[in-house]
């Protein structure tokens, strides 16, 4: 390490020693770090990079268990290897409680970020050193571990919570949900993400403090999402605004497989404790621990609804990537309506009748329904959605009620949009998203065009939208 790396490394300790003490009395809190988080050690292409493991018990033969991957914030980055959870370590040692492990057996590892990834003394988990690191471990927990690959969970504190919400763009396909911590950071960098559809197959829950002094960046990351099409709930409060979401209905909400939740706690606490404690508050929450150990890597293309016919029954007909899975049909009168869950049926069915399920009258022009495709081992991993009155047909062509036009199909260039009744101002975003369900490409339509050229010959997910229509259509795309 050179004298200058040292340097900053000494500074930065001794600023962090400083705020602890003024603001907690000590310079770390005594933590006991349990047994069972054993320390281990990686080789990143030559150096070797700290990390604490917890295995949980063997199950049943064959079982295989989620993973947490928690990432510390600033305050550990100068901390000496094997120490770096003395510091607001709990991000990391809260998912090793017995309660929640008893009832959610996980794997849980949190590696340690320092210099040795670096080629200066300080940055943060989305640069190139760490990301590689991150996906190596992860690649290397995946081959020598018993973890369920649809069910890695990435989490983090502070510095390790924007990375949390950066890190899904370099690593797609990884992870199936996001709870993002006391974040340091937010928009405009995440905004972006957004924009690009990063967190389109992701389900996230964001925590902080109202009295964090980081607390306007998680606000601005929703509020991001809501104007993006996207349903957000808070639990407790929004800035000024306070909540108080009812038990009752967060329990609900769950159930109906939302993905995004905001929660902003606002009990008393100093600064330092403010942008500490709530993580030990939500992992207490035994609502948040059933959302989170419930989620599912997400596959666009497991269900889609094809149309949905007006007629007398309002015949609801869709496609299923596998016909022995179990589908979930929902239904919400408009949007202040709370979703009813009609019936479960085989994803082979394809078809459901809305009536006699519903009266005919209860059928608004802004019902909503909505599909949740479930896997022999009772999983949710996919959804479609779309409004009663403004069918989706899966065929080339003209879609039914929306007035929009996608051809050619296959595509080898450019794929060309005819868009009727299109309104002053409205703008058209598209997502082209893989079978493994990473977003390959996205942004604003120009010229009522999407360049596919560059792309790998297969089958897409093509995703066009407004703030008032919105299409998905499988696209053949040529070599």
Known sequence: MTEKKLLSLIVLLLFYVKVSIAQTGEPCPPLVIPSEFKNNEFDHNGVTIPYRLL???????????PLILALHGLENFAAMPGMFLRCAGYYALGWLEPSLQDKYPSYVVAPHL?????????????????????????????????????RIYLTGHSMGGIATFIIPKSLPGYFAALVPMNTAGGCPEVCLEVDRGVYDNLSIWAVHHRFDAAN??????????????????????????????????????????????????????????????????????????KWLFRQYKTDPT??????????????V??????????????FRANDESKWQKLRKVLAGTRAFDLVPALNREDILINSD????????????????????????????GEREGLGIQVYPNPAKNKIHLKIKNDKPGEIWRFKMISANGSVVKSGKIEENQVQVAGLLGGIYLLVVQSNTRRLQQRIQVLD
């Open 302 to 315: 497991a269900v889609a609804i094809t149309s949905i016919d007006e007629r007398d029954r309002f015949t």
């Open 317 to 330: 007909k869709w496609t299923a990537k596998n016909d022995a899975d179990s589908v979930e049909i929902w």
């Open 55 to 65: 295995t949980p018990e063997p199950g049943t033969t064959g079982q295989k268990f």
């Open 369 to 396: 329904v909505k599909l949740v495709v479930f896997n022999s081992d009772n999983f949710a991993y996919g959804q479609s959605r779309a409004k009663a009155n403004k069918a989706i047909t899966g065929l080339p």
């Open 114 to 150: 320092h210099d040795g990834l670096f080629d200066r003394g300080y940055s943060r988990w989305g640069e190139e050193k760490p990301l590689d690191f991150l996906k190596q471990l992860i690649d290397h927990l995946l081959s020598t571990e018993r973890i369920d690959p649809n």
């Open 216 to 289: 306007s960046n998680v606000r601005a990351v929703f509020n991001k999402l809501e104007e993006s099409g996207e349903e957000v709930y808070s639990t407790h409060s929004f800035g000024d605004e306070i909540i108080n979401l009812p038990r009752e209905r967060m329990e609900e909400l769950i159930d109906e497989h939302q993905q995004f939740f905001h929660t902003e706690y606002r009990y008393p606490c100093t600064t330092w404790r403010c942008h500490t404690s709530s993580k030990d508050t939500i992992l207490r929450d035994p609502l948040f621990r």
